[in-house]
């Protein structure tokens, strides 16, 4: 079923630390897991670099993710953001589903039929465990992406995946 696994709601903005201050006052989030990944990922286009500002944070069981592009292949999360570029408020932009068999993963994704936005990585410089992540253009049926995660044990471990969180 499409939305089954549903463990993460993403959201991107022009400045990450403002949003992490508006998110962190606003809702008390006092942690924020911090990263920026610097990749080349698959595209519709070729192979292409990535830059981006990442923050997240546990709610309960969901994980929240904060985005600010910072160059590359980023049309995808800027397409989402308003003109202003002043405007820090997280505008909404992905869920991710997660999938703990990866072929099973590319069976549904090609059954969707949904443009591919990117997947990677095809590389990435900051050490992380195994992982492929699928974004998907679903904005024309349903106002959004959607991105489709595989990691291994190790890796959803290494993120911080709720002990005792069903996988449904």
């Not at 962190?24 to 920026?36: A, L, Q, S």
């Not at 590359?72 to 932009?93: C, I, Q, S, W």
């Given at each position: ?31 924020f ?19 981006n ?8 069981g ?16 800027t ?24 072929a ?8 969707l039929?949904?443009?591919l ?15 492929v ?36």
């Amino acid at each position: 079923m499409f939305l089954t696994g549903h463990m993460q709601n993403a959201y991107v903005t022009h400045d990450l630390d403002k949003a992490m201050e508006i998110v962190g006052n606003r809702f008390g989030v006092e942690k924020f897991d911090r990263f920026d990944p610097d990749m080349v990922v698959n595209t519709p286009h070729g192979h292409q670099p990535m830059v981006n500002r990442v923050a997240s944070f546990w709610a309960g069981g969901l994980n929240v993710e904060i985005i600010e592009p910072v160059s590359g292949y980023v049309e995808h999360y800027t397409n989402m953001l308003p003109a202003d570029k002043k405007d820090a408020v997280p505008r909404f932009h992905h869920v991710s589903l997660r999938r703990d068999d990866e072929a099973a993963m590319r069976e549904e994704i090609a059954r969707l039929s949904l443009p591919l936005a990117f997947e990677g990585p095809l590389s990435i410089k900051e050490a992380i465990p195994s992982l492929v992540f699928v974004y998907l253009d679903g904005r024309a049926s349903i106002g959004h992406y959607v991105e489709f995660t595989w990691k291994s044990p190790e890796a959803w471990k290494f993120v911080g995946w709720p002990e005792g969180r069903p996988v449904w």
